[in-house]
């Protein structure tokens, strides 16, 4: 069976992270849920997502397609009612699709939030989900104790270096590489995880659950309060609550990042502050793109959701439930709103478009730092969102 991970209506809830990747390439604990799913699967997956993100993610059809839905969240037992389906068969929990097996010429009129059509097996085991954006940082506690244990299984940690304060030292695993000197690392009840060749740096102040990503760095001196996910190739400094990091990102400086998601190739400039409680202690509100207007988290505290390609200048402040889209560049005195449409440049004085040609050769640069070139798929990728979010700009 050849599995594909595919996006339902939900997918919009998690914009503007979504306008640049599929669902399934959220980073949710330690992992992505498409590497949660090969972990399981023990089998490569592609996805079936928005068209213009085809290019990137291709969708690898064969004879035999079992169709998983992105949001669910593997474990064992559901994993092996998946695989046993047949085809023609659609596994279920009330109106959502958990798994079908199609054949080949049936991808194409595939309905993610259909049923009809299918032989129906209600599901028996149970699972969790994500339907909104808020849930990456709110369930990353229990995400990263999940994926810790599938990656630490019966493997061995790198030796922890003498030099290290302290706790639970059997709740942290080094990855080949890592490097951890004259630091405080104290898992408490969770765990922490040290990618390959990352490192964290002298007086810098843990508290699990964190995990840090291959070729990331904290900084010295910071304070990072988990739990926390620092993905690949980014650099983290100052002081840092229940956040998410995709990856290729940094928030090297001081300055307070919290309850917080930032996508990938984002740079939060020196002093930068997000609040993650409003001073009336009320529920936060944030920008859904689907209601195009603010809905009710439930939550007390939520600070930044951050697009891919963002950056922010220094002594930016950030009111609580800010979402930011994709390729703004955020600066100046005050408070921005707490909605900054993609593609927008300025600060709280008011913002401008910016320009794709400008975006674009800030990317290159970024790209090239890393070793890694911004080629046509990812111009075009941030082509199309510039037109899908043109409404939200000012005029």
Not at 52 to 67: E, G, R, S
Not at 207 to 227: C, D, E, N, Q
Not at 321 to 347: E, H, K, L, Q, Y
Request: with cysteine.
């Amino acid at each position: 069976m050849n599995p594909i991970l595919f996006d339902d209506q939900f997918r919009d809830n998690f914009l503007p992270l979504t306008f640049t990747r599929p669902v399934a390439e959220l980073r949710l604990g330690i992992l992505t849920l498409t590497k949660k799913w090969e972990w399981y699967l023990k089998s490569h997956v592609s996805h079936l997502t928005q068209n213009y993100l085809k290019i990137k993610y291709p969708t690898v059809i064969t004879l035999n397609n079992l169709m998983i839905n992105a949001r669910i969240i593997p474990n064992a037992k559901l994993t092996a009612e998946i695989f046993s389906l047949k085809k023609g068969e659609a596994l279920v929990s009330g109106n959502l699709i958990v798994a079908a097996l199609i054949a080949e010429h049936k991808i194409e009129e595939f309905q993610p939030d259909s049923q009809e059509g299918y032989k129906i097996r209600e599901v028996q085991s149970t699972f969790d989900k994500i339907s909104d954006i808020w849930e990456l940082f709110s369930t990353a506690g229990r995400e990263i104790e999940h994926d810790f244990s599938l990656i630490t299984k019966d493997r061995k940690s790198e030796p922890l270096s003498k030099t290290v304060n302290t706790l639970n030292p059997e709740r942290i695993f080094l990855e080949k590489g890592a490097k951890v000197e004259f630091a405080t690392l104290n898992p408490g009840e969770g765990f922490i995880y040290i990618g390959k060749d990352a490192e964290i740096m002298e007086g810098a102040l843990i508290r699990g659950s964190f995990a840090l990503g291959t070729h990331s760095a904290v900084k010295m001196g910071a304070k990072i309060y988990g739990p926390t996910v620092v993905g690949p190739h980014s650099k983290v400094g100052g002081e840092i609550n229940n956040s998410v990091i995709f990856g290729y990102s940094n928030k090297g400086h001081d300055g307070f990042l919290g309850n917080s998601v930032l996508g990938e190739w984002c740079n939060i400039g020196a002093d930068s502050n997000n609040s993650n409680l409003k001073n009336n202690y009320a529920d936060v509100k944030l920008w859904n793109y689907k209601k195009k207007g603010f809905v009710n988290t439930g939550l007390q505290f939520c600070g930044l959701i951050m697009g891919d390609h963002s950056k922010c200048g220094i002594n930016t402040m950030f009111n609580t439930g800010t979402v930011v889209g994709v390729s703004a560049n955020i600066f100046g005195d005050g408070f921005p709103r707490n909605f900054v449409p993609s593609f927008s440049w300025g600060g709280a004085a008011g913002f401008t478009t910016y320009s794709i040609p400008k975006a674009f050769e800030t990317a290159e640069k970024v790209f090239s730092r890393r070793e890694l070139v911004f080629d046509k798929i990812e111009q075009d990728i941030l082509k199309n969102v510039f037109e899908q979010t043109a409404e939200f700009r000012a005029k």
